[in-house]
């Protein structure tokens, strides 16, 4: 299951970037749910695990892939941590949604992120204990907590 945490969050990665160019393992990007991913996100291929074809930027080290992707293979490989998912546009909210499909993961955001209006899910909000199964539950107890934020 997805679980979120709004606001700060003690214990959670905010430096996604650092913390994947100093933890990632090459054969994360070598399962075929890595290269959707990718494929979808940055629009690359994976030719090996450690180098990625961009239609942009040519061939490219993983560490060059976009900060959202380098999140979603964070949570993917290491679902005990918790990283900080504002790093990732909207455009990744069907995988996050995915991996708490298959695994338990709990994610840090700082930003209202858009699950899709007509997308049903299951998140558990870690600041409440509530669940959620759709954006109209999500948003006002997203907004209460995000609005606490500002305030502090």
Known sequence: MLTVIYGDASGSIYNTSVYFKNTYE?????????????????????LSGECISSPVLGQIPPERLSGGTKTLLLMLNEPDKIFNASTCGDNCAKWILEIGKRQDVTIN????????????????????????????????????????????
């Open 26 to 46: 090459p054969e994360w990007l070598e399962t075929e749910l890595a290269k959707k991913i990718i494929r979808d996100i940055d629009s690359s291929e994976v």
């Open 109 to 152: 955001l700082r930003h209202l992120m858009g699950f899709g209006k007509d997308t049903e899910f299951e998140i558990r909000i870690e600041n409440s204990g509530e669940i959620v199964h759709s954006m109209k539950e999500l948003i006002p107890i997203a907004s209460r907590y995000l609005q606490e934020m500002k305030q502090e």
